[in-house]
């Protein structure tokens, strides 16, 4: 069950404004009953909605870009830190959403929050290979035959060896780095295991859904449909 204001503006039709204006003008009916309360409950999918007459089709799920920023952490709930729900102004706040995969407290960057759980675990399947595209400076220069090194597969001290990955060195201590896994601290460890540290990690695509440049850190939007088409194909 959600706001009535609350759905319409998941759905991207109209601005939270104009959804207040349509409501109290009385436009909308909810099982055959006009509602003039921006908060009345509704469940999308049961509950027949009606705009002007004309059935609304609602999206059943949401889908999130949030630019994460650093001290926060990307699970639902956390007794001690800030987690990407919480940062989440309550207009798009809802049951259900999660962060889809995990980026360290001291990583920036792409978090997709949703409450689309199939998807999610598509997304994340590892025979899916979706490529995680990261920003990353380093304490340390970065040789080309390291990177090469590091391209091929990197055996980490738990005895994992990697796998093949992209880099683009962009200076002596950046550079992007692609890689179809996602292993826990996986390319602190990978720049760890060859002598180096990690100082700035910024996560600027998932899946070919690439970071909006234009929203600051902590700030989010709702995915455009071609956005949400490469994540529920
Ligand atoms: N690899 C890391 O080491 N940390 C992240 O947050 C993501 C990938």
Not at 111 to 138: M, N, Q, W
Not at 169 to 177: F, H, Q, V, Y
Not at 180 to 190: A, F, S, T
Request: charged content about 30%; overall charge positive.
């Amino acid at each position: 069950m959600e706001r009535l204001d609350k759905a319409f503006s998941s759905c991207k039709l109209y601005s939270r404004s104009e959804i207040t204006k349509i409501i109290k003008q009385k436009r909308i009916t909810v099982n055959g009953v006009i509602i003039n309360d921006p908060s009345f409950k509704i469940d999308v999918n049961t509950d027949k909605i009606l705009l002007d007459g004309k059935e609304v089709e609602f999206n059943k799920f949401v889908y999130i870009m949030l630019n994460k920023p650093q001290g926060v952490v990307s699970s639902t709930d956390d007794g001690r830190d800030k987690t990407v729900i919480d940062i989440l102004p309550d207009s798009f706040k809802r049951d259900g959403l999660f962060p889809v995969g995990r980026l360290d407290k001291d990583t920036v960057g792409l978090v997709i929050l949703t409450d689309d759980g199939i998807s999610s675990h598509k997304r994340l399947s590892p025979k899916t290979h979706a490529e995680k595209v990261y920003y990353f400076e380093t304490a340390e220069e970065v040789s080309s035959e390291v990177a090469l090194e590091i391209e091929s597969g990197v055996l980490l001290k738990d005895g994992y060896k990697t796998l093949p990955c992209k880099i683009n060195l962009l200076s002596k201590t950046s550079g992007e780095i692609t890689l179809v896994e996602g292993k826990y601290h996986e390319i602190k460890r990978i720049f760890g295991a060859k002598s180096n540290k990690i100082t700035y990690l910024k996560r600027i695509s998932f899946g070919g859904i690439i970071l909006d440049e234009t929203l600051p850190e902590g700030s989010c939007r709702y995915l455009t449909k071609e956005e949400q088409k490469l994540f529920t194909k």
